[in-house]
């Protein structure tokens, strides 16, 4: 490891990442670096060198590898978690948290916000992945989307210019999303308090809740639902060490208390390849697994 550039956030050595992921598995970070806020940042990309560089959100959508990650892990903080109302847009940070952000909008009586209430994880990995359910997805709010490069140069990105996809932003691996600029439409407070009820139930019927959970495992083909593929293929009681499929919906893995990142990546992995068997279907992971084996 090269020299650490001095900073004013903080900087863990042999950090324990399971505690920053919803799964609550995985190895240590060799370094995790916290900035104090956007300008500490900068600095340290400014200063750093050749050292490999991972950012995490909130940690919902995320496997990593029990043997840890090499290098710098960077865990946006405090620093980034503000939403500014402004004339045209709202400015927010890309650590607030999906369920805060719906919440303020609320309040504030802008809609199109409510599907977010019942996403885990922050703003800046739900857009880098286009996080969305109920039929609506993220860059439907996006004006642009504010990133740094890995020299610390910051960057706006004009929501013209990302190739948003099905679960995928296209935003450049090497860009660290920092904040973004999004719509405001204003709406009826108790409509969209209706809105975010309907979905908070939905969401409660059909989906695991108070367990150890990642949330969706495998992007949908097209025309496909990946619950539907995985239940057909005969994979529902599957499972390998603590690790297991939902109970409430197949596309769903459950760390049960005891499971490690392995378990559920090889639990994932044969999921696929007996859906493929069965159906011809291939399942693409949409959890991000990262680390060493």
């Not at 340290?44 to 892990?73: A, E, Q």
């Not at 909008?105 to 977010?116: N, Q, V």
Request: positive net charge; glycine residues 10%; aromatic residues 8%.
């Amino acid at each position: 490891m090269t020299s650490l550039p001095k900073i004013k956030g903080i900087y863990k050595r042999n950090f324990s990442l399971s505690k920053l992921t919803w799964f609550q598995t995985g190895g240590k970070a060799e370094i995790l670096f916290i900035p104090k806020d956007l300008l500490d940042l900068q600095f340290f990309l400014k200063n750093i060198k050749n050292t490999s560089i991972n950012i995490i959100g909130g940690g919902s959508n995320l496997l990593i590898r029990d043997g840890g990650i090499k290098g710098i892990v960077i865990k946006l903080g405090s620093g980034f978690d503000f939403v500014n109302l402004k004339k045209k847009y709202i400015l927010c940070g890309a650590s607030v948290k999906n369920i805060n952000l719906s919440n303020k909008m609320t309040k504030r009586k802008i809609k199109g916000y409510e599907f977010l209430s019942t996403i885990p994880g922050t703003i800046g990995g739900s857009i880098f992945m286009n996080a969305g359910c109920f039929g609506r997805e993220i860059k439907n709010l996006v004006k642009s989307v504010i990133v740094l490069d890995k020299k610390g140069n910051l960057i706006e990105l004009d929501k013209n210019s990302i190739n948003f996809k099905y679960r995928s932003s296209g935003i450049n691996k090497n860009y660290f999303i920092v904040a973004t600029k999004l719509k405001i439409s204003k709406g009826n407070e108790t409509n969209i308090r209706k809105i975010i009820k309907k979905f908070l139930n939905l969401r409660k019927k059909t989906q695991p809740n108070k367990v150890l959970t990642g949330g969706s495992t495998f992007i949908n083909p097209k025309r496909k639902k990946a619950w539907k593929l995985i239940k057909d293929a005969g994979c529902e009681n599957m499972f390998v060490g603590g690790a297991k499929i939902s109970d409430k919906h197949c596309n769903f893995l459950v760390n049960t208390g005891s499971a490690n990142s392995k378990d559920l990546e090889t639990l994932g992995n044969k999921i696929r390849s007996k859906v493929f068997k069965k159906t011809g279907e291939k399942l693409d992971w949409e959890i991000k697994r990262i680390g060493v084996r």
